[in-house]
């Protein structure tokens, strides 16, 4: 028989994922880990509330927020079929230089669950200096959570001083593939993580990952969105689990029609051509 919390954990996490095992999530937790200059090209969408009612307009899955944002706009997804994920660490890019590899709580379990959470998340930056302390924090809150029925997603984001003189860069697939294990041998429901160039890599990542649903970290703007559809359709290809998107959704005066267009590519198959034309993106 299955215990109560595996239970708990199962049916929140289709808050996030359809039927058919996929999910688009909302970023926006830009404001803090980036800087609010992330929204100056679309000023209007530093207002939380705008936001979040476009995406939710659209039919996105899930948003994911950092405690603050949840508590001054979370409400505008009381009684709309979203998943919310509460991210309880992070960094500011205000801080020193050195420290920039280490992710600091901001809340807690207990915190999430109040704002009304169907899942926790936090960043570990695998071959960090701090990475001890990540995983350190990312256990206390996956142990906590998981006994509460929570699922506890990992932001797994390979950086440090050893993997680019091993590796080069941090999306070097055998780098991503890492990280993604570690979380999934971590305990991680949900792993998101870095783009890794190509479908026969990212597939690797997903197989590393043994089940735990992957998901792609959104990254910074493209110039034509038919490039980011044509990214996030790759992900799909190679078995990933949909995509995390921040700067793709809110550095666009139009996100919805984006947000349409992609949960087409991730929730109807539909080709990134077939879905730009529908939505008239091109
Ligand atoms: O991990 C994050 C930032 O990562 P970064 O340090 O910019 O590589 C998240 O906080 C973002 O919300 C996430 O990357 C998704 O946002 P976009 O990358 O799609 O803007």
Partial sequence: MESYNNIGIKRRLRRFFRKDGRALIFAMDHGFEHG???FEETWEHINPRVIIRKVVRAGIDGVMMLPGIARIAG??????????MVKL???TELRPKEEWLMQDQLGFVEDAIKLGADAVAATVYWGSPYEGAMMRQFAEIASYAHDLGYPVVQFAYPRG????????KKEDYRVVM???RAAAEMGADMIKTYWTGSRETFAKVVE??????????????????LDFLNLVWEVIEAGGSGAVVGRNIFQRKNPETLIRALLRVIHRNEGPEEAAKAEGLV
Avoid: F
């Fill in 75 to 84: 409400d505008e997804l009381i009684g709309k079929e979203v998943g919310l």
């Fill in 89 to 91: 660490t992070s960094k």
């Fill in 36 to 38: 609010p200059t992330d």
């Fill in 178 to 180: 890492y990280g993604a």
């Fill in 161 to 168: 001083p050893y993997i680019n003189e091993k590796y080069g």
């Fill in 208 to 225: 590393a990952a043994s089940g735990v649903p992957v998901l792609l970290s959104g990254g910074a703007k493209t110039s034509n969105p």
